[in-house]
């Protein structure tokens, strides 16, 4: 398989789970559905994974592996709903996109960078269209309750600093096992992570009151947004340079409008376009190019968290 186009499909159907799992979440409760999506998503994969041993991995790399878990689904997925819940579906992938500018601040701020004046202009300008989408509800309509709608853009950028450690703590484990047993084990870690707060939904919602809409988001979830995306991801992870993953983030955004269009009836606004504009222009100002995602940061910055 061509690692390109298993990254590719892996975006077009993560750019699609946002308005689709706004559309769920109107019908099951967040830790649930995070929960049955991992849970079942890892029993897929259980046929997958041929024997072996618990000490193919060393300590070190078993702690990786489980950071990257905790990182790349439980922050990021926990978040990503909760924004759903409160904030336009379309919104999230476009924040996600500004990884890069969030990464290039981590990097002045903590790892103490001087900053290029060149690549600092085109982040600035990035960050004022974050600004501008996650404030656009007050820009909106002064009069409503807009700051749940702003709260939900945050957790969208907390979401983002999650995805963004998850290729670099599995970059190295894809090399000493299958992607059927990374994927495995982190569905299953991951689901682990969300027991607790499903089971304290229970105490106030029933399975037996789903319907069409999230049982949408399950066999969406389980099927498709997990079990095949987060292969195809792990796949092309384990093919090619970390640092080329992050550009393909910029195909969701697109999938997102085609699919919340008419499934959730959110239409971008002039706020969204402009704010967009920004994002991808400034990136495009630093590099000369949409991309910016240096693996040798993103190690850096790992090693704080540690």
Do not use: C
Request: positive net charge; charged residues 10%; without cysteine.
């Amino acid at each position: 398989m061509n690692p390109f186009l298993a990254l590719i499909v892996a975006n077009i159907i993560w750019g699609i789970a946002s308005p689709v799992f706004k559309f769920a979440l109107t019908d099951i409760p967040p830790f649930t559905l995070a929960f049955i999506r991992f849970f079942f998503a890892a029993l897929l994969f259980f046929p997958l994974v041929k024997k072996w041993s618990l000490h193919t991995l060393s300590k070190k790399e078993w702690v990786e592996l489980l950071l990257g878990a905790f990182f790349g689904i439980t922050v990021n997925i926990t978040f990503f709903f909760l924004g759903l819940k409160k904030a336009d579906s379309i919104n999230a992938p476009i924040i996600a996109s500004a990884g890069p500018v969030f990464l290039y601040f981590l990097s002045v701020l903590f790892l103490h960078e001087k900053a290029n004046r060149k690549v600092l202009t085109g982040m600035l300008v990035s960050l004022a269209g974050v600004l501008v989408i996650i404030l656009s509800p007050i820009f909106l309509d002064s009069k409503r309750l807009v700051f749940g709608e702003v709260e939900g853009n945050i957790y969208f950028v907390i979401a983002t600093f999650g995805a963004m450690l998850h290729p670099l703590f599995y970059k190295n484990i894809l090399k000493k096992i299958s992607v059927y047993q990374v994927t495995f084990i982190s569905f299953f870690f991951s689901a682990l992570t969300f027991l607790p707060f499903m089971l304290r939904e229970f105490q106030s919602w029933s399975i037996t009151t789903l319907h069409v809409a999230g049982w949408t988001g399950i066999v969406f979830g389980v099927i498709f947004s997990s079990a095949l995306a987060y292969y195809l991801y792990n796949y092309g992870l384990s093919k090619i340079n970390a640092q080329e993953v992050g550009m393909f983030s910029y195909i969701d955004p697109v999938a997102a409008i085609i699919i919340a269009i008419p499934l959730v009836h959110e239409y971008p606004n002039a706020y969204f376009f402009f704010g967009s504009l920004l994002v991808f222009g400034g990136i495009f100002f630093a590099e000369r190019r949409i991309h910016w995602h240096p693996f040798g940061k993103l190690k850096k910055l790992r090693n704080l968290l540690q």
